[in-house]
């Protein structure tokens, strides 16, 4: 069976601190996708990233950056010097490969303090 | 606005009735989903189609809940018969199933309230 545990339900924050959102997730897949969404209080989940478990660079996008450790089944999300626009839950997600079909996990909410 | 629209927005209905949720993916797109969404809970898949055929139901969804995409474009979600169980965010998303993004473009949601 497949699972995403997301153990931080909120964290809260003052700006321009970093942050890391963990992500261990269960898979009997060789072939999967992790994934990032953003749901900011508009509701509307927008992607942030997709990761292949063949791939375990760890990747940068501006403040953006995610940790993919495959020994540990953990994909973690880190901002650096947040933002109050930051402010929103994130869900990680797990996918097999020969679907686009989601499992997100219970998300974890941000909250960014100016 | 060339996103994914959902309508209605909200629906607030008495236990027993019937609601339909209606879905219009981005126009190339030809992958559509259904995402269940509770207070607390990340979405959780109900079905997806690649054009009109439906590839994939969920177990979480019962004899009373019916979606179908006619002509491959727009969906319907129906639920027949509500309970209180039901309240929820019914979310929708698209792909293209070529692109091989992996992303899929979300809706904001057509939030149902069961009285």
């Known amino acids: 069976a497949q699972k995403v545990t997301q153990a931080q339900t909120e964290i809260s924050v003052v700006e321009k601190e970093d942050v890391t959102l963990d992500c261990v997730y269960e898979t009997r897949d060789t072939t999967y996708y992790l994934f990032w969404y953003k749901q900011p209080p508009s509701g509307e989940l927008v992607f942030l990233i997709r990761?292949?478990?063949?791939?375990?660079q760890n990747e940068i996008s501006g403040r953006y950056s995610w940790n993919f450790q495959k020994s540990t089944s953990s994909f973690n999300f880190t901002i650096t010097a947040s933002q109050v626009v930051d402010s929103a839950v994130y869900f990680c997600?797990?996918?097999?490969?020969?679907?686009?079909?989601?499992?997100f996990g219970t998300g974890t909410r941000l909250q960014v303090f100016p | 606005d060339t996103g994914v629209s959902q309508d209605p927005r909200h629906k607030i209905t008495k236990r027993g009735q019937n609601v339909t949720f209606r879905c219009d993916p981005i126009s190339e797109h030809n992958r559509l989903y259904w995402y269940r969404q509770t207070l607390g809970q990340g979405p959780e898949f109900l079905t997806y189609?690649?054009?009109?055929?439906?590839?994939?139901k969920s177990r979480l969804l019962s004899d009373r809940f019916s979606a179908e995409r006619p002509k491959g474009s727009f969906s319907t979600l129906e639920i027949q018969r509500t309970e209180q169980g039901d309240s929820a965010m019914y979310l929708c998303?698209?792909?293209?199933?070529?692109?091989?993004?992996?992303?899929?473009?979300f809706g904001e949601g057509s939030r149902l309230t069961v009285l």
């Open positions: 990761r292949n478990s063949f791939d375990e």
């Open positions: 998303a698209s792909s293209h199933l070529d692109r091989n993004t992996g992303e899929l473009f």
């Open positions: 997600a797990l996918s097999s490969y020969n679907t686009d079909k989601l499992i």
């Open positions: 189609f690649q054009n009109e055929a439906q590839l994939e």
